[in-house]
């Protein structure tokens, strides 16, 4: 089947992103120029939406086969509307439907067969996130601490006013692959990251990272309540400390209200955490994960600590500093481990 034309009803911004990412990448694959239409004209169209926002998916009955697969996932297939012969790309959600163009894509990429196509997908792993260990600061430059190390990935100095091109490509890029999450910042985090100068440069990110279906997170340090105000300890038990991270969080959903949630290192490597006011892991994450919450938010809590007083061996201390605390931590935390023994 030859690409004919683009229908995709509706004009949010993650359906326009799907008809112009159909477009580019039509027009380059089969050199040539596949329009955009409203409506089905002729066979070889390539229809892609949700039932809500488009009539002719909503007219083919596959309402429950879409709830089954969530808004993340999809459907392609080989359809007949008006009496022509079409693909369909299909979700009950605009960001899976926008998963599933890409996934149409590859297949021309790759040159796969476009007759009688059936396929269907959907994600086994609801958070799929990338972290940028982004923004070590030393002296009066942002640098990359590890990884391909330089400047940062993000203009800093230039947001929010000016907004690089790149920063779509990224998403574009991420979309492609279904990474639907990105920690902007270090682990090492910068406490200035959480004031409102940077807040604003981070939600003109978040904003065009929205169409394409990508949460921002952000690295917050433990200590930011005493860092960022008058308050002379960051020990989560005093009322103090909870408002702040509640006032926090509000004024961050303010801004950005997809807001995914904090990522935290803590009592390890000189950050501070909740060892430092007598506590456990469960017990210093929690009072943050509740001011997250009811907006939906996560906290990712880092497993990576160093207490040679659990144990003499590295390699065993996150396993017992931690499993003792399983079921302990609030519903939205992750605890986050490395990817071998020693982390």
């Known amino acids: ?28 694959l089969l050199d040539q120029d596949v329009p955009t239409a409203t409506s089905v004209t002729q066979d070889g169209a390539v229809v892609a939406g949700t039932p809500a926002s488009s009539s002719i998916i909503a007219a083919l009955g596959w309402g429950t086969e879409l709830a089954a697969l969530g808004e993340e996932g999809y459907l392609i297939r080989s359809a007949v509307v008006d009496g022509k012969n079409v693909a369909v790309i299909a979700s009950e959600g605009e960001v899976g439907a926008l998963y599933g163009s890409f996934h149409f894509l590859r297949l021309i990429q790759t040159g796969q067969s476009l007759a009688s196509l059936d396929l269907s997908e959907s994600p086994k792993i609801k958070t799929r ?21 330089g400047n940062s990935i993000w203009k800093w100095s230039e947001l929010p006013g000016t907004v690089d091109s790149r920063y779509t490509d990224y998403a574009r890029a991420n979309a492609s692959i279904g990474i639907n999450g990105t920690v902007l910042n270090n682990v090492n985090a910068q406490v200035e990251i959480l004031t409102p100068e940077y807040l604003a440069k981070v939600a003109a990110l978040a904003d065009v990272f929205r169409p394409y279906g990508i949460k921002v997170y952000l690295t917050a340090r433990y200590d930011a309540p005493e860092a960022l105000s008058s308050l002379t300890t960051s020990d989560p038990r005093i009322p103090a400390v909870r408002d702040w991270w509640d006032a926090k969080v509000a004024e961050i959903y303010g801004l950005i209200p997809d807001f995914g949630g904090f990522l935290v290192k803590a009592d390890s490597e000189g950050n501070p955490g909740p060892n430092t006011y007598g506590m456990n892991h469960a017990e210093g994450a929690n009072p943050i994960a509740e001011a997250l919450a009811p907006h939906g938010g996560l ?6 600590v160093y207490d040679s007083r659990v144990d003499a061996d590295r390699v065993k201390r996150a396993y017992k500093q931690f499993l003792p605390l399983d079921g302990d931590f609030s519903t939205n935390v992750f605890v986050q481990v490395k990817n071998g023994p020693l982390d």
């Open 129 to 149: 996130m990338l972290n940028h260990w982004d923004w070590d600061k030393y002296g009066d430059e942002l640098l990359v601490e590890r990884g391909y190390a």
């Open 1 to 28: 089947m030859d690409a004919s034309e683009i229908v995709v009803q509706g004009s949010s911004d993650t359906l326009t992103v799907i008809s112009d990412e159909l477009k580019t990448g039509l027009d380059g």
């Open 299 to 304: 906290l990712i809590w880092r497993a990576f």
